[in-house]
């Protein structure tokens, strides 16, 4: 087809797995609890009150805006934002990389940078990371930098798939890049991890800081993202974003949880609890690999990995295979229960 780019012909559509029937939905990253019925109560009845169907959102989203910001510690001026990070994602490569260079980024790693930058027609520079700690090839990452025209780094901290926070030396030399190139660091598991780098982005006008409510705030299904930047940065992504590119009903429901914070994030200690019970016993198998993590998943290596992730399925557990290994998102104590006795199972018979 020539009135289409002959390298997008080349691409598949990101496509996610539907199951019906009962099972362990353990593979997309999702807290495994829905809001509260009174919220979702609440919400409804906010929506009667207030939603008129026919109207167009508040393009401007000052209300969320300003809740956000109070959260993340900044400025309004410093926030924007998104239907799910994966549109400031592309914001962000929009206004740094097109026509201008490429992206670097460092495997395994969250794949829509790749994927997106791609839809964008953005080269995309990969170098590796250690094979025990999943630190970033620093060296090799200069020596691109030196070699090519990258435009913009993504980092996520702490890493999807590998669970790994950022840690001193990689934070220092995404402090040493030079301002024309963009840094974006992903804090989409930032509520598990309880630590953060917006405290360190003053003196470093060139870093982008995306952040999601699909996660911990039991969001997913709204798809609301945010981005922390300077405002100079910031007016060149609501300079991008679409009209109304949140629906009203998002908009409230990231007003509300937000509201309700402390309700609502009550759930992550409880999730951490449970990722360590699931660390400390699939760690007594010798046939796995498994890393601590600081986000809401674990991630291991197996030699069995595709075998392992069918038997799972089979038994009513889906897990993830990505990045070379296995992502188990933590779910409900019993949810977890029936994971450990599932992979003993498939290991001691």
Avoid at 247 to 274: C, D, H, P
Avoid at 279 to 293: E, G, M, N, R
Wanted: proline share 5%.
């Amino acid at each position: 087809m020539d009135c289409i780019r002959s390298d997008l012909l080349q691409l598949a559509p990101y496509s996610a797995e539907h199951y019906e029937g009962v099972v362990d939905k353990l593979d997309a990253n999702e807290v495994p609890l829905d809001l509260p019925l009174a919220l979702k109560e609440e919400l409804a009845q906010a929506l009667t009150a207030r939603l008129a169907a026919n109207r167009y959102p508040d393009g401007s989203y000052d209300r969320l805006r300003q809740a956000v910001s109070e959260y993340a510690g900044v400025s309004k001026e410093c926030i924007s934002l998104g239907n799910g990070s994966d549109e400031l994602i592309r914001s962000v490569l929009i206004a740094s990389c097109v026509g201008r260079g490429g992206i670097l980024i460092a495997t395994p790693t969250f794949s829509m940078y790749g994927i997106l930058a791609q839809t964008l027609g953005i080269p995309v520079y990969s170098v590796g990371r250690g094979e025990r700690d999943f630190t970033i090839d620093i060296a090799a990452a200069q020596e691109t930098i030196k070699r090519e025209n990258i435009r913009a780094v993504f980092v996520v901290h702490p890493n999807s798939p590998t669970g790994n926070l950022l840690r001193a030396t990689e934070i220092e030399w995404l402090q040493s890049l030079p301002v024309d190139i963009l840094v974006v660091i992903d804090e989409a598991y930032y509520e598990f991890a309880g630590h953060s780098l917006v405290g360190e982005m003053q003196g470093y006008p060139n870093w982008v800081i995306l952040r999601t409510f699909s996660k911990a705030w039991r969001l997913a299904a709204f798809r609301l993202g945010y981005a922390i930047a300077c405002p100079q940065v910031i007016r060149v992504l609501e300079t991008i974003r679409l009209p109304y590119n949140l629906s009203t009903f998002t908009a409230m429901g990231g007003e509300l949880v937000l509201q309700y914070r402390q309700e609502i994030l009550s759930l992550v200690e409880a999730i951490k609890q449970e990722r360590e019970k699931l660390y400390q016993a699939l760690k007594q198998l010798p046939q796995l690999q498994v890393w601590p993590s600081a986000a809401n998943f674990l991630y291991l290596q197996t030699a069995d990995d595709r075998n392992l992730q069918q038997y799972l399925a089979r038994a009513g557990t889906l897990i993830r295979h990505t990045g070379g290994g296995l992502r188990i998102t933590i779910g409900t104590p019993p949810q977890n229960q029936r994971t450990i006795d599932r992979i003993y199972s498939f290991y001691k018979g």
